[in-house]
């Protein structure tokens, strides 16, 4: 039997209910697949890698107590001996007064993200795709980093109340570091799940534009300013609102910079975002790590904090139902949203450029990290293109930059939101302009 | 067992690879969380699998599998060659592996009481404990207590005749109570944060840490934060405990001395390194009291093991010594670049379906002879800070900035109050150099790191960074105003 389908699945749950004792209900949550990626720096491929794997993980109810485990292999001894361990973990584990019992069956919106020649390019197709990169730097005397995957996965749950689901995608990425020969970089990446609609040249020409421009970067003073980002560092910011501030849990714990502000304004007023798994450009799952299905939910109302993403446990204690945002059962972080999408605007990267009188254009973000979650005071260094914008033209590049500020307060004078989306990591983002932004140290390049 | 490898390592040399070896894991994981009395997390996780390397027409090619038959494991050998086919498509050199002689051997971690034979229950009952005395106070608004145990069985064999059997056994965990009011959410942690204390041990390693006779200090002290004044900014003597020194070795130290960093190949993701070759023992990296080693040997060490995945055997040797920049952390592919004739045995992969990359082994600050208290007896005009809060430094790492839970002022040599939300930045040598006082032995421990991430696609590793408090003279500190 073919691995990774609903038949092999349904196979599968099939002899692990049979194993349980009466009285106890149970869950099955399968992911796995296969994935390669062909790694490349210095202009050569450093490493190449192909791998499948996959996770059977058990979830055990009787009562208020709840039992787990997990294996990667599907045996009979395997899944045998992975029932008994949870039954084990069940017996000894304590009554949880907020534990619910098993969703029922559900219906779910289905959404197409795979492809399979995507899922099964060939590690010659992705040395030819980074061979195509590495030509077009090589006159320029430039040098190329980054990497090429794909891969397959699959993802299933099912329950004893009967509920049954499962999703096939297939995913593609391409990032490249673009090196000049003074040591100035450039970045770009795309991915998704159809590798036809990544436009592969059109990336690898923006690095090497970025190189290009990073040439003799200038020293600035840390302080204020006009700040132009880029999807991505939009991206590289923004995650950390998405985990840190729009999960219920986070809110109940009183770690959200959203405690005590529902209903009011958080952002500007230009801003409007929703989580939409149903997305175009960045296709999520149908449904969660409990089987609920995922619904858009609207986050933030043209700046005013709209609504949080819940799973059925902190839907109950907030009286609401589940968005289908739940990871898998029992966790510590409750539910997050996974699939950011922002309004559009109607400016053009060029535009942001040409209306700013002085001000800094942001490639990307490096290592971001919170500093203080209430006010969500981000800290992170700029990275691959850091740029001086004087008199509406880029003038020069800047060695890089730390800031450290915080994410609602930037977010709050937004002066311009750019007309195209970009799907960045678990965002769908527009580039912004900022009309104040606060660095707080400098660095060397 | 042995039939397994047999057939993965032919099936390599009848596709013509040059070198190839397999790496077969058996992993076991259990992880409990307590949060609010209730269970937050319980992992019970049991993987296997092979990961299988080859060279062929000098580049290299990786390909792993979960499906430990015969057969299966062939196929994947010749889907490695094939990768390797691939890569051979755009290199400049052929792989050249420093020698290293094949061994047949054994090693294994130590511990006492064997964590997986310590009942569930046990378990449990001191997590509940901890949660309970944390949770007094209604302030509490979140008290999580956590417990993590791992076992690795791991074999080696290589086409070069190694045939390595490894056994690591690793223990930890730890609690943090968080106390929130309208405006503020503060947090303590013990015996550090993001998951406490970890070592290459058995149970016999949380006994030894005294939850119950420290959670009643931690709840008051998160408590206690949510009125405390801010931070001071500006310049001031900064005095760190050995769980932040330990991190900040970490970033500053164990990362740029990572050599595949200096050479590029994080160039697209984990960044480069301020430590270029043309530096190697000439580069005053830090004052002359500061001396920093790395060592696959030592005693609880996470990273310490008797071979490396290259099947290198462990080494102990000096990054920095007196202060100027002296070694790298190398592995059989890399090791002639500087024009050293064998690895240092760096090479390691998170699992079996992982290739293994060079990964920090312990890096540990060598320590001084001050006691705590008489450091804190010389400072002037200084601030103590406790437990990591957050991190972050530029990908050459270079301009770093570290907040912490916890800081104690200190006014002409006495402690005078704590602040929250302490942070502090510099620049990697001119913070180094800064340090004038390091404590003694006393004050050492090993500080287990268990989520360091490096790598594409993304690669979990584990290792100790043995510090005692020092003293950094004149540092920015205080970002929050």
């Given at each position: 039997m073919s691995y990774f389908t609903e038949e092999w699945f349904n196979e599968i749950i099939g002899r692990a209910f049979s194993y349980l004792p009466a009285g106890v209900g149970g869950e099955i949550l399968l992911h796995g697949g296969r994935f390669s990626l062909t790694r490349f720096a210095n202009n050569i491929i450093h490493q190449n890698l192909a791998r499948e794997d996959l996770s059977v993980n058990i979830r055990l109810i009787m009562g208020k107590k709840v039992g787990k485990s997990s294996v990667n292999q599907i045996s009979d001894d395997s899944i045998r001996w992975a029932v008994n361990l949870a039954l084990e973990a069940l017996r000894f584990s304590p009554d949880d007064p907020e534990l619910l019992d098993l969703p029922e069956k559900q219906q779910y919106e289905p959404i197409d993200s795979y492809s399979k020649t995507t899922a099964e390019l060939t590690p010659e197709i992705r040395a030819g795709l980074v061979f195509k990169a590495v030509e077009k730097s090589v006159p320029k005397k430039f040098e190329c980093a980054g990497i090429v995957s794909n891969g397959e996965h699959f993802l299933g749950i099912a329950n004893t109340n009967g509920l049954i689901a499962s999703h096939k995608s297939s995913s593609f990425e391409f990032a490249i570091t673009v090196t000049n020969n003074e040591g100035g970089s450039g970045w770009a990446s795309g991915g998704f799940y159809d590798f036809e609609r990544v436009d592969f040249d059109r990336i690898t020409e923006r690095a090497i534009r970025k190189a290009e421009l990073n040439f003799n970067p200038r020293e600035l003073p840390p302080g204020e300013y006009t700040l132009i980002l880029e999807p991505q560092a939009v991206s590289d910011i923004f995650s950390f609102a998405a985990y840190m501030g729009f999960g219920a849990q986070a809110y109940l714990d009183g770690m959200s910079f959203l405690v005590g502000r529902l209903g009011e304004l958080v952002f500007d007023e230009k801003l409007t975002i929703w989580d939409d798994?149903?997305?175009?450009l960045n296709p999520g799952l149908p449904f969660d790590f409990e089987g609920m299905p995922r619904k858009k939910v609207l986050l933030v109302r043209n700046g005013v904090a709209n609504s949080l993403v819940h799973d059925r446990k902190t839907a109950k204690k907030m009286n609401t139902t589940s968005t289908g945002h739940s990871l898998p059962q029992p966790n510590t972080w409750g539910p997050i949203p996974l699939n950011i999408v922002f309004n559009k605007g109607n400016s053009s990267l060029e535009n942001m450029i040409e209306t700013t009188e002085k001000g800094l254009l942001v490639t990307h973000f490096h290592y971001v990290n919170v500093v203080e979650p209430r006010k969500l005071i981000l800290t992170g260094m700029t990275r691959d293109g850091l740029f001086l914008v004087e008199n509406g033209k880029i003038t020069s590049a800047v060695k890089n930059l730390r800031f450290t500020e915080s994410l609602p307060k930037a977010l709050s004078k937004i002066d311009l939101i750019g007309s195209e989306l970009e799907s960045c990591g678990i965002c769908v983002v527009p580039a912004l302009k900022l009309n104040s932004f606060n660095f707080s140290s400098k660095t060397e390049f | 067992m042995k039939e397994l490898f047999e057939a993965a390592l032919e099936s390599a040399r009848l596709a013509k690879a040059s070198y190839a070896d397999i790496r077969i894991i058996n992993f076991r994981l259990e992880s409990l969380v307590i949060k609010n009395g209730i269970v937050g997390t319980i992992i019970n996780e049991t993987t296997s699998g092979a990961g299988i390397r080859v060279i062929k027409d000098g580049a290299w090619g990786f390909a792993a599998t979960n499906r430990l038959e015969r057969d299966e494991l062939a196929k994947t050998a010749r889907l490695a060659v094939r990768i390797a086919e691939g890569s051979a498509r755009l290199i400049k050199e052929k792989i050249t592996l420093a020698y290293e002689p094949p061994y047949i051997d054994r090693w294994q971690s130590g511990y006492i009481i064997d964590p997986f034979k310590v009942p569930i229950e046990k378990k449990l009952e001191l997590l509940m404990k901890v949660d309970e005395l944390l949770r007094k106070d209604p302030r509490i608004k979140v008290a999580e207590s956590t417990l993590r145990f791992e076992r690795e069985e791991k074999i080696f064999a290589s086409t070069e005749g190694s045939y390595i059997e490894q056994v690591f056994t690793v223990s930890g965990g730890g609690f943090s109570a968080s106390a929130a009011s309208e405006t503020e959410y503060q947090t303590r942690s013990y015996p550090s944060s993001f998951d406490g204390q970890y070592a290459q041990a058995g149970y016999e390693l949380i006994e030894s840490m005294d939850f119950i006779g420290n959670a009643e200090r931690i709840r008051e002290e998160a408590i206690a934060l949510l009125s405390a004044p801010q931070c001071p900014t500006g310049k001031m003597d900064l005095i760190l405990e050995g769980s932040q020194l330990a991190l900040q070795i970490h970033e500053s130290c164990g990362h740029p001395s990572e050599l595949d960093r200096v050479f590029g190949y994080e160039a697209n993701y984990a960044g480069t390194s301020f430590l270029t070759t043309e530096k190697l023992r000439n580069f005053k990296y830090g004052s002359e009291i500061v001396n920093i080693v790395a060592d696959g040997t030592l005693p609880l060490g996470l990273a310490t093991r008797g071979y490396d995945d290259d099947g290198v055997r462990s080494d102990r040797w000096f990054l920095v010594k007196d202060g100027i920049w002296w070694g790298y952390l190398t592995n059989r592919e890399l090791a002639h670049k500087i024009g050293e004739q064998r690895s240092r045995g760096c090479n390691r992969a998170d699992g079996w379906q992982n290739i293994p990359i060079i990964r920090m082994t312990n890096i540990s600050l060598l320590p001084g002879d001050w006691t705590l208290n008489d450091l804190i007896a010389d400072t002037d005009n200084g601030i103590l800070m406790e437990v990591n809060k957050s991190w972050s430094i530029d990908q050459r790492r270079l301009n770093f900035q570290f907040g912490c839970e916890i800081g104690r002022l200190i006014k002409n040599g006495k402690i005078v109050g704590i602040v929250k939300n302490p942070t502090y930045q510099g620049i990697t040598p001119e913070f180094w150099g800064s340090c004038d006082a390091i404590c003694n032995w006393e004050y050492w421990v090993p500080y287990g790191v268990i989520n360091c991430g490096k790598g594409e696609p993304g690669q979990r590793a584990e290792m100790s960074h043995g510090a005692s408090p020092a003293r950094f003279r004149n540092v920015n500190v205080g970002i929050i105003k």
């Open positions: 798994a149903y997305s175009q | -």
